[in-house]
Each structure stands twice: as C-alpha cells, then as structure tokens.
C-alpha cells in the first residue's frame, strides 16, 4: 500500500507541475539554446535494481575543449546561467518527466553515475532497492556538502524507514535548502568530487 500510494502521488503531482511550470520550461529551454546551443543534458543513469534509464536535466556547461579536444574543466565550461541553474536547482525541473514515466520518485536516493556500480560494497548497492529521487535525505542533510560514506548511510536509511510522511517532510526541507540555496557544492569545487570506491570492499 505504501508503494502504491507513493507512485500515485509521483505520477499526479509530477504531472501537475509539468503543466504549472511550463512557462519557466519555455523560457529556460530558450536561453540555454541561445547561450550553449543545447537545451538539456541527457545521461544515462542506474535505477531502481540497477536497470539503466536516461536522467533528463537541464544543460548547464558548454561542451568547449581544449586542443586535443578533450572537455576543459567542470569549472570552465560552466556558464553564468547554468550557475544560476544549479544554484536554484532549477536545472532538476526535467526530472519531472523522469518521475511521470515511473524511472524515479520525488523522494529517494540520488541516482549516481552508472561507473560507480562496480564500486559499491554489499551494503551501498542497496540503495538501488527503491526509484532514485528528485530529493533525499542526504540532500537535506547536507547535499553536496557531505562526504560519500555519510550520503551511502543516510541513503541506506532512509531505505529502510520511508514513509509517505517522512517524504512529505523531506519535500518541504528540500524546499527550504533551495530557497537558501543550501549545501548545492562542496568547497571549492562546481560539482562534487567523484566517487572512488571504500577501503574495505
């Protein structure tokens, strides 16, 4: 029953917000092909049991290269309004679709790189037990902020304690770090650093 409930709420409000923010969709989606000539930023992603879907987001990086024509540095290919994206995480909005068409869920663990599987220990791969979120509890206990063994157990907890409230608690916290514009990257850094796998497999 609490599946049940949880995928009719994703599929009816994801749906609903897809229509209400349309507006925000056009106007993005035209900046970003008149600023980079891309629209949105397409990469294939583990979900729930591991099965591959393409997460949608909204492009925020340029595609420039150095001489041998390899992609520069997070840090240099990020535009000015892709900034404004991230830090308002308005780029998340096409996740939107990714949730009405059942790959992911409003709340539940981020879907990561699908390199990072074969570096999971037993108990991390566990967080593909349940659909990947738009949010979770690691991002609203410290997103981008937090180390990889602090997101894996929360992830794990969160697993093993959702709950329709519980989720409703962590949509309205997301709501508030993204208002304050909380925890979007580690220090120094665009993006979070990559996950490298644990000491003890």
């Known amino acids: 029953m609490k599946v049940i409930l949880k995928n009719v709420f994703d599929k009816i409000f994801s749906f609903l917000l897809l229509v209400l923010l349309s507006p925000i969709f056009i106007l993005i989606s035209l ?12 990469q294939e992603r583990p979900g729930k049991n591991t099965r591959i879907f393409k997460l949608i987001k909204f492009c ?3 595609n420039r290269k150095d001489d ?33 068409k059942g790959e992911m869920s409003f709340v539940g663990p981020r879907p990561l790189l ?3 599987l074969p570096l999971y220990n ?13 949010t979770g509890l690691a991002q609203v206990k410290g997103r981008n902020t937090l180390d990889w063994e602090k997101r894996f157990e929360l992830d794990l907890w969160y697993i093993e304690n959702h709950s ?5 608690q962590i949509l ?5 770090k993204v208002l304050l514009r909380e925890g979007i990257n580690e220090k120094d850094t665009v993006t979070m650093s990559r996950f490298k796998g644990t000491k003890e497999q």
Do not use: W
């Open 31 to 42: 900046v970003n092909y008149l600023t980079v000539g891309s629209i949105f930023f397409i």
């Open 60 to 62: 925020s990086m340029s």
């Open 68 to 100: 041998d024509g390899n992609l520069l540095d997070d840090s240099l290919r990020i535009t000015g309004f892709g900034a404004f994206l991230r830090s308002t995480s308005l780029d998340e909005l096409p996740e939107l679709f990714n949730i009405l």
């Open 114 to 116: 699908s390199e990072y």
């Open 122 to 134: 037993h108990e991390q791969i566990k967080r593909h037990l349940v659909k990947p979120g738009l």
């Open 164 to 168: 329709f409230i519980l989720d409703l």
């Open 172 to 176: 309205i916290l997301t709501v508030k």
